[in-house]
């Protein structure tokens, strides 16, 4: 079996609370922590705060989450810098994935062309993380860009394998009604970044995730099957950072990441031992 290493999602703590997401994430047990890109802003100038706040919990950065336009040809240049420099955030650092997903709801599925945008502005993103020493993850969003099986069959076969990988989140496969233990197992070599988000089985909940309070189910008590997912994960020997993502929950958030925490170690079936 590979090394799991648990990581908590920074977001639900807001774009003015990075230092307390940091302490309150340490305190729940939890070995990394993953941010949204926006902190790349907050703290590249100031890098060295950063760093030193992360080392007086040992917690590591598991990754950065950036939205992309990447059907956008016009924009193109601009959506490869912008991923560029958060790399470069995440490089400098010494650790964590770039996690880039599709920025917007995509109103009708792509042609051809718009196949190809995507593939090589994701494929750029990936060799200027190679550049900066760390991985580029595309992950796949409900209604989003490649939210099939086939799609995202396609998206891989289109773009170098050596700079792009997949991450997968539990919430937006079930929402797209794809099985997460099932993608987990097809795309096992190319699979990089797990998150694990729980969703309300609610058909009339939106088919999209919100990070409004209240729109999540509580971690484990959702639609995910989480057990089989982590079966997945162990029997491919998966190696790398599973992040827990309780955006939308009511609780606060140190008390949402605690009970996600601790639902990981006692029941999701990947520390069955």
């Not at 917690?59 to 991923?83: F, H, T």
């Not at 797209?176 to 058909?203: Q, Y």
């Not at 409004?212 to 491919?236: C, E, H, N, Y």
Request: with cysteine; aromatic share 6%.
């Amino acid at each position: 079996m590979g090394e799991i290493r648990l990581s908590c999602y920074a977001a639900p703590w807001g774009g003015e609370g990075a230092i307390k997401a940091i302490t309150d994430i340490a305190d729940c047990g939890f070995e990394g922590l993953e941010f949204p890109s926006g902190v790349v802003q907050r703290f590249e100038d100031r890098l060295h705060v950063f760093e030193e706040i992360l080392d007086t919990t040992s917690l590591k950065l598991s990754g950065l989450l950036q939205s992309v336009n990447l059907v956008d040809k016009e924009k193109a240049d601009e959506q490869v810098e912008r991923a560029a420099n958060s790399a470069r955030f995440a490089g400098a650092t010494g650790q964590g994935n770039l996690i880039v997903c599709h920025s917007e709801p995509l109103a009708e599925a792509l042609d051809d062309d718009g196949w190809t945008t995507a593939a090589a502005i994701i494929e750029e993103i990936g060799f200027r993380c190679r550049d900066f020493g760390i991985t580029l993850c595309f992950m796949p969003k409900a209604r989003h860009l490649a939210d099939t099986d086939r799609d995202i069959k396609r998206l891989l076969a289109m773009t170098n394998p050596e700079v792009v990988s997949l991450a997968v989140d539990t919430a937006e496969l079930t929402l797209s009604d794809l099985d997460p233990a099932k993608i987990v197992k097809t795309h096992a070599g190319r699979l990089k970044s797990v998150r694990f988000r729980d969703v309300s089985g609610s058909k009339r909940r939106a088919e999209i995730t919100s990070s409004r309070p209240g729109t999540a189910p509580q971690f484990g008590r959702g639609a995910v099957k989480f057990d089989a997912a982590s079966k997945a994960l162990i029997d491919m020997k998966y190696d790398g950072w599973i992040t827990v993502d309780i955006s939308g929950e009511s609780a606060s958030p140190k008390d949402a990441a605690a009970a996600g925490h601790r639902y990981l170690l006692r029941r999701s079936g990947l520390y069955p031992y």
